[in-house]
């Protein structure tokens, strides 16, 4: 059964950027607002989502996924004490559990694609692999991290151009040429002189003209929303503007940005108490930041106050652009 | 029965912490969070409850008597202190025999106050005044254009000559008083046994801080005989006499002094105290040798401490104000306690006050002179380095680079990092 599931994987290349965070709290945040909302830890190797939500000794972990035995995939959900929030461990995972094959990680999307829930919220591991970027590509939104510095501005990049590149490679898998242009994985018969998207379009008008519309549609399609965090200053803001620029010369990539979360030290000791930020302080300035990117990926504007240890939603749903038209 | 009482506690700390919850959310506090496993642990455990409400009742009730016991003692000193003050108050502080023993004034009102509980050792009747006190009057008398000692006589008035001065003096007084048991009173009283006495006392008295010279003619005066003993006892009047008359006349002479302290009045204090902002050498050096003139002003309070003390006053009311506003911008000092004396009404802790503000002030003037001189001569080599690294590094060719604020640059940059060197079709 496929149903129309909003799946939102939260990537970015480097490690260390805080994407397990940011996602577990976007989880945190929609299900707070009535969605039912599933979280899933796809950093097979280095899974600490459950760390994070504080969930000693999860019942389920990166083995069950392989299980032939697993008839209902509802029954790996595990309760994280949140509302409408279940929760996907990868925990148990041995060295070397990041480069299982592609049919294993096939079959975890297969398995997550199955799942039913409003949205499917992905926390994907570090690196630009592709078992990192599959999981990406298959998400109906795709959110891309990053922090001020340069050299995580640049893995930034260099992640959204493999996702890019790998849907062009997925999208013409029969056709070993464009591979050649679009898959670097073997660098000597990789054909390396089509590095940005505009160069590829070139190969692809010259050789390829009638795959040219696939291609740009793939291209058009593929909009990221970007989240600068670790946000200190307006100039870190800028790093953020940067790469988005960035992204529009080389890929023509028409990326989003949804937001920003500032550095605080309440992060990081919500991460060592093991209490989401989100529902300690809902009205402290992350919080409020969260909430933002939140609303940006839902369109509505969200407002959580927490009264007597009790958290309120305010939602309002943004009026879509039709009323333009 | 026990538990059912217990039972009923519990359910009624139940009920109360229920209605504090649903009133407050304690429930949702990070103190409720913190002490819960252990409330638990509680609950389980009766010992554990047991010391637990033991802790309760006696930590607070031991900090409470522990606390008042401390508050009675202070009180008790300060009641001591304020006593010593009054009594300090009445005394003339130009007395020269205080002035001599400065620091035996604490113990004669100590010895003032036990007299009162303990009366049979330290009994003394006004109308048969000590021996050391008619030496006393018998001075007087002599030097009756003395202005000092009719200054005395003013204030101090009749009651208070009999007070002992001097702690050791009143300890002789009741040494005698206690030989009196065991000796002779007729011995103990005798005129010459007495005139002894107190030319012990003045001997005493021409050394100013109370030490006897190894030759003292009257050192080893039991062992003299009558007519070595009259002499001895001629020589020491003399000497105390001729010293006394010093004394008198060093005060009388007005002080033309040649002490730069007179500087003091010209010292930019304003200057001094914006230190932080505007602090420089200059204004810094001519403190240093008109500050330490008044430092070796010795403790027990001298009469050249008090010339240079009167010396001194002038520029200090000047700069008063001053030092008050600099204390107030720097860093806390250890406390002063002579700035808590009453400074008008009493001259030698006026000076003392004075003198010791004054050390402090210059002690920290000089710390931060230090402090300054230190940085400025350890920035000075480090432009060196710094200088000396930029070289090497520019040897090596190193050159620091720096995010560029700009954007296009940044963006250069940014490209720069991302593509190799031969991917410039894009361009």
């Not at chain 2, 050391?132 to 000092?148: F, G, P, R, S, T």
Request: include cysteine; hydrophobic fraction near 35%; charged fraction near 30%.
């Amino acid at each position: 059964m496929t149903s129309q599931v909003n799946i939102i994987a939260v990537g970015g290349g480097r490690g260390g950027k805080g994407k397990s965070l940011v996602c577990t709290h976007l989880a945190i945040g929609m299900a707070l607002s009535g969605q039912k909302v599933i979280l899933m830890d796809t950093d097979f190797g280095a899974s600490n989502l459950h760390a994070l939500l504080g969930i000693n000794n999860p019942a389920h972990g990166f083995q069950d996924f392989f299980k032939e035995d697993v008839s209902n995939h509802q029954s790996l959900l595990i309760d994280t004490g949140i509302s409408n929030l279940k929760f996907v461990s990868g925990a148990g995972d041995n060295p070397g559990s990041a480069n299982i094959d592609t049919e294993k990680i096939n079959k975890v999307i297969s398995f997550i694609k199955n799942l039913e829930a409003d949205t499917i919220l992905l926390d994907l591991g570090p690196g630009t692999n592709y078992n990192v970027i599959d999981f990406f590509n298959i998400s109906t939104q795709n959110v891309v991290l990053t922090t001020p510095e340069m050299t995580s501005v640049m893995k930034t990049f260099s992640f959204i151009r493999s996702a890019l590149f790998r849907r062009v490679a997925l999208a013409f898998q029969d056709n070993s040429d464009i591979q050649k242009m679009v898959d670097h994985s073997n660098p000597g018969s990789a054909d390396i002189e089509a590095y940005t998207t505009g160069l590829l379009r070139d190969r692809f008008v010259e050789n390829f003209p009638e795959q040219l519309e696939q291609f740009n549609n793939i291209v058009k399609d593929f909009t990221p929303g970007l989240v600068v965090n670790r946000v200190r200053s307006k100039k870190d803001l800028k790093t953020g503007d940067n790469l988005l620029k960035l992204v529009r010369k080389f890929l023509e990539v028409e990326a989003t940005f949804l937001g920003y979360i500032i550095e605080s030290d309440s992060i990081r000791d919500s991460v060592d108490e093991m209490i989401p930020f989100l529902i300690k302080d809902p009205q402290s300035k992350p919080s409020e930041n969260l909430q933002q990117i939140i609303g940006a990926l839902t369109n509505t504007d969200l407002q959580f106050v927490k009264r007597d240890g009790r958290i309120f939603v305010s939602k309002q749903v943004r009026l879509s652009s039709g009323w333009e038209v | 029965m026990i538990e059912q009482y217990l039972q009923v506690a519990l359910e009624f700390v139940k009920e109360i912490w229920f209605q504090l919850d649903s009133q407050f959310g304690l429930e949702g506090t990070e103190a409720f969070k913190f002490i819960h496993p252990y409330l638990l642990q509680l609950e389980d455990n009766p010992a554990y409850m047991g010391i637990a409400f033991a802790a309760l009742v006696l930590v607070p009730f031991g900090l409470y008597k522990v606390r008042s016991i401390s508050r009675e003692r202070e009180q008790k000193l300060d009641d001591l202190m304020e006593e010593m003050e009054e009594d300090e108050g009445e005394l003339d502080e130009n007395d020269p025999s205080r002035l001599r023993r400065p620091d035996d004034e604490e113990t004669a009102t100590a010895l003032d106050d036990d007299e009162e509980g303990d009366k049979p050792l330290f009994e003394m009747e006004e109308e048969d005044p000590p021996p050391y006190v008619q030496i006393l009057e018998k001075l007087d008398a002599e030097e009756n254009e003395d202005e000092l000692h009719v200054d005395t006589q003013k204030v101090m008035g009749e009651d208070k000559v009999i007070e002992p001065v001097s702690s050791e003096l009143a300890e002789l007084q009741i040494d005698k008083d206690l030989s009196e048991f065991d000796s002779d009173p007729v011995e103990s009283d005798s005129p010459h046994d007495q005139t002894i006495q107190e030319l012990q006392e003045d001997g005493q008295l021409t050394e100013l801080e109370g030490v006897l010279s190894p030759d003292d003619p009257f050192a080893n005066y039991s062992e003299l005989d009558d007519d070595e003993q009259n002499r001895a006892i001629q020589e020491l009047q003399g000497e105390m006499e001729s010293t006394i008359n010093k004394l008198t006349k060093q005060m009388e002479s007005t002080p033309e002094t040649t002490s730069t302290i007179k500087d003091l009045g010209d010292i930019r204090i304003g200057d001094v105290a914006t230190i932080d902002e505007e602090f420089t050498l200059d204004e810094e050096f001519p403190l240093e040798e008109p500050l330490e003139t008044s430092e070796p002003a010795p403790e027990p309070l001298s009469l050249e401490a008090l010339d240079l003390a009167n010396e001194i006053e002038p520029a200090i009311e000047n700069i008063e104000p001053a030092i008050k506003e600099i204390e107030t911008k720097l860093p806390p000092f250890q406390p002063v306690p002579e700035r808590d004396y009453v400074i008008e009404d009493r001259p030698d802790r006026q000076v003392d006050s004075l003198i010791n503000r004054l050390k402090y002030f210059q002690e920290n003037l000089d710390t931060r002179f230090h402090h300054d001189e230190k940085r400025e001569l350890t920035s000075a080599p480090k432009a060196v380095d710094i200088a000396e690294e930029h070289r090497f590094v520019e040897q090596q060719s190193f050159a620091t680079k720096k995010a560029p604020v700009d954007n296009k640059k940044y963006m250069e940059v940014l490209e720069s990092f991302i593509f190799l060197k031969d991917q410039n079709k894009h361009k």
